[in-house]
């Protein structure tokens, strides 16, 4: 179907999006357009589809349907969302002038989506991009012995669910209930420490480079920098710090037997995702299909409104976490 409509990269020429044309309502999609789309995706990273006509959330669930049969809701976000229909969200809750640093979705769980569906259904008046990075790209562009350290030991993430900065117990694991909690931790290998004032603080280890199921190819494949307390504003890792005490940000990355990530390691990440970053501005209608393994994403800083919404598909558990000491195993390619 798409040889009959028009295919063409993105201008200027990004490497991981790729645009298509397609009928305006995915109600009327041919079953052959979701392979088509699907393949798009894995030899391109991700896919943007223009000029459909979706004006609303029931619009963009249509499509995700049309092209996933494995919905998949979001457990252990670190910000808070609206509920926007059935497996479908708002973009994570982030101060409009901030932006979103580059990361995978849900990558220090032991689930996380294989697919992600960003829809816009209004853009900002400036900024607000959801751009993207080849995680095996990022990857090359990193030095040899970070990148060991990392597949040697994982990385840990820290969290601290106060209730007042980032998501709430209820908005992780939806529930407040220490014992579903709890048991929710124990299955997915999470550390958990119930503080004297009823807050929770969590540590959880992980892989941070992955072997994609289709492509195998290795992947930078993980959330360090994003999460690190360094990749805050300053004046406000100074006030969490103030307010919390360095043990209680709401949340911190590490190395895998427990070293802090410098600051220098954190701007040497951010500089290999910001080589490998490709940006285009959202349209009413624009719907992006995106390989979670294969892709970051992040969100700019914008001006005006902005409405995308979100919905993750096709759960998979990437990896085993390494443990200090223990390398984590891996096949050359």
């Not at 990273?45 to 979706?54: I, K, M, N, S």
């Not at 980032?166 to 119930?194: H, K, M």
Request: hydrophobic share 35%; proline share 9%.
């Amino acid at each position: 179907m798409l040889s009959a409509l028009f295919r063409r990269p993105v201008t200027p020429e990004p490497a991981a999006i790729h645009e298509s044309a397609a009928p305006p309502d995915p109600a009327r999609w041919p079953d052959s357009y979701r392979k088509e789309l699907l393949d798009l995706v894995a030899a391109h990273g991700a896919v943007l589809v223009g000029g459909l006509d979706l004006r609303g959330a029931a619009d963009v669930e249509t499509a995700v349907r049309r092209t996933t049969d494995r919905p998949m809701r979001e457990t252990e976000g670190f910000a808070p969302r609206e509920t926007r229909g059935e497996g479908l969200y708002s973009s994570a809750v982030w101060p409009a002038n901030q932006p979103m640093c580059m990361h995978h979705e849900l990558s220090y769980a032991r689930r996380c989506p294989g697919l992600l569906f960003f829809a816009c259904l209004e853009p900002p008046t400036d900024g607000g991009a959801t751009a993207l990075a080849d995680a095996a790209d990022v990857l090359d562009a990193l030095p040899t012995s970070l990148v060991q350290r990392f597949e040697d030991e994982g990385w840990l993430l820290e969290r601290s669910y106060n209730g007042e900065i980032g998501a709430t117990l209820s908005q992780a694991f939806g529930t407040e209930d220490r014992g579903a909690v709890d048991a929710y931790c124990r299955t997915n290998d999470i550390e958990t420490a119930w503080q004297p004032d009823g807050t929770l603080r969590t540590r959880q280890r992980r892989g941070a480079v992955v072997r994609h199921p289709a492509s195998g190819r290795r992947c930078w494949f993980n959330q360090i920098a994003f999460l690190n307390e360094w990749t805050m504003a300053p004046e406000v890792r100074e006030f969490l710090i103030e307010e919390y005490g360095p043990g209680g940000l709401p949340f911190t990355t590490r190395y895998g037997d427990g070293d802090p990530v410098p600051r220098e390691v954190v701007e040497r990440i951010n500089e290999a995702y910001d080589g490998a970053t490709v940006r285009r501005s959202w349209r009413a209608g624009d719907l992006m299909i995106v390989d979670n393994l294969r892709t970051a994403h992040s969100r700019e800083a914008y001006t005006g409104p902005r409405d995308v919404l979100v919905a993750m598909a096709d759960p998979i558990d990437p990896v085993d976490p390494p443990s200090p000491g223990r390398p984590q195993r891996r096949t050359e390619a």
